[in-house]
């Protein structure tokens, strides 16, 4: 990428500041090639979203503050309209402040007046707790803010309160927002800003991005929007691919290693690594006593829950997990299968409806499969939620029969790419049942689209089109589970058999994936 022109000075502002921390590569083409960048998905956005919203709340804690709105392309008016209210002492706050130093534009969650001309400088986080990245984004602000005149009397991270428990009525905001006074912490780290800005500076001078191999710095503090743009070369079986700890990719790039098939024999890798390696299906000879351990009926569960920033019903806290929807499918011992489901109707609390009706489907027999600890989390929160139900939830959470564990234990195929998440092993083992062709493909758009069908403002044929997609994505976890088992079961007639190698060989496309 050649460039034939350039800006003398380029301006930053304080989430480029941060891009340019964890990666020069990613700064420069967030400056000059920002179409290369992957577009974020419904789910992404709305997480981006929620810390606006977040934000917005925040606000309620200053009462008769007054928020700079002009607008992301008028920036100028932006400038004289926060010089304007920072002059005018009766205003005790400002929203979105917007100053200029150095080159670099940063917009202020909450300035908020103290003695004097004194300020607070008030960053809003939908976070729960205070991370390092936090402190840079407050240095590159801090650096603005005195460098534009204004007298710092404090320099505060705000975040939401998890110990919060919303009793009700009005959201108590003093006890919602926990604040941090991190002056101490920022005051050191400014020192460093001048230099860590002349740097990217200089780097966005060049007439073309600096040459950074991607590895797990793409991923930290932030996944990069441009990983799709900076592996689209590499290898389908790259190294980085590896599941596990970082450092077996570290050793192995140090070595000259990059690709899984050129991994030399003797180096240390854990079974799942080796099974990636070696890229061929793997029977373990334990698989069918593992799976016979099932009692029938053989219920197979899944929950669907959310997880609302600001608590929406008493007795909840901030990103408190909330189920509001299950699907099971049963399977009696002469293979007939019945299929039960739930999904909360509207906006009110849905969490003993569907306890209720979870207890009757699962009934007192048989084995209920699950893929994870999720489900077993959520029964135990019911079950100290209700006390009157408390014996038959524990009671239905002693039968949970994990899934996840015997297939990492006992089984692998070439298609799974290391991963053991259900959205692989499904469409690996039984191709037709894949996600590709529901509206709804992962439990955080689930959540994302029930919120909206519950709590948005939405005409009721939209409800309707939600409401269905919702109940065919939780069908088809439950049924996935139900058919993973049951093609196990199958190919552990024969463990002792191991399948010829693919001819050819199966890959992974995009970036790693987590279990469950």
Not at 155 to 164: D, E, G, K, P, S
Request: a neutral charge.
């Amino acid at each position: 990428m050649q460039l034939s022109l350039f800006p003398l000075e380029p301006r930053l502002s304080k989430s480029k500041y941060v891009s340019g921390l964890q990666c020069h590569k990613r700064l420069y083409l967030e400056i000059y090639s920002p179409e290369l960048a992957t577009i974020p998905d419904e789910h992404t956005q709305a997480v981006l979203d929620s810390g606006t919203d977040v934000g917005e709340v925040a606000r309620r804690r200053f009462p008769g503050g007054v928020l700079v709105d002009c607008g992301p392309g008028n920036m100028t008016l932006a400038l004289r309209r926060t010089e304007e209210l920072l002059n005018n002492p009766r205003i005790p706050a400002i929203f979105e402040a917007t100053l200029k130093y150095d080159n670099v534009l940063v917009r202020v969650d909450i300035l908020e007046r103290t003695i004097g001309d004194t300020w607070r400088l008030i960053e809003v986080k939908a976070s729960t707790r205070t991370k390092q990245v936090h402190v840079d984004d407050l240095a590159i602000q801090a650096h603005v803010v005195r460098g534009s005149g204004v007298r710092l009397g404090g320099i505060i991270l705000m975040h939401l309160n998890r110990a919060y428990v919303y009793e009700g009525g009005e959201v108590d905001l003093d006890r919602l927002f926990v604040q941090h006074d991190l002056t101490g912490e920022v005051s050191a780290r400014l020192a460093e800003v001048p230099a860590r800005l002349s740097s990217m500076k200089a780097m966005l001078m060049e007439p073309s991005a600096p040459v950074i191999e991607p590895s797990h710095h793409c991923h930290s503090p932030y996944g990069c929007p441009f990983w799709d743009h900076c592996t689209q070369r590499k290898d389908a079986r790259w190294v980085f691919y590896l599941p596990g700890p970082k450092r077996a990719f570290e050793k192995l790039a140090e070595q000259g290693v990059s690709t899984i098939d050129a991994i030399p024999n003797g180096f240390k890798l854990s079974g799942t690594q080796q099974r990636m390696k070696d890229n061929v299906e793997w029977i373990g000879p334990d698989l069918r006593a593992a799976l016979q351990a099932v009692r029938y009926p053989v219920h197979h569960l899944d929950f669907e829950g959310f997880m609302p920033a600001v608590p929406l019903f008493p007795g909840t806290r901030p990103y408190q997990t909330l189920p509001f929807q299950w699907s099971n499918h049963t399977e009696q011992d002469d293979g007939v299968v019945r299929h039960h489901e739930y999904l909360c109707p509207g906006a009110t609390d849905p969490r003993e409806e569907l306890a209720v009706a979870l207890l009757r489907s699962v009934g007192r027999e048989g084995s209920i499969c699950v893929y994870s600890g999720y489900e077993w989390r959520i029964l135990m929160d019911l079950a100290d939620l209700f006390p009157r139900l408390r014996r038959e939830l524990c009671a239905v959470a002693a039968r949970l029969w994990d899934l996840l564990p015997i297939v990492r234990r006992h089984y692998y195929h070439p298609a799974f790419n290391g991963s053991f998440s259900i959205k692989v092993i499904l469409p690996a083992l039984a191709p037709s049942l894949d996600y590709s062709n529901l509206e709804i493909g992962d439990g955080g758009l689930a959540a994302l689209r029930y919120h909206r069908m519950a709590f948005g403002n939405i005409d009721s044929a939209e409800k309707t089109r939600i409401r269905t997609a919702l109940l065919e994505y939780c069908k088809r976890d439950t049924l996935a589970l139900l058919e993973i088992r049951r093609i196990l079961q199958e190919k552990s007639l024969d463990a002792g058999a191991l399948t010829p190698p693919l001819s050819e060989p199966f890959v992974r496309q995009g970036k790693p994936q987590d279990d469950g």
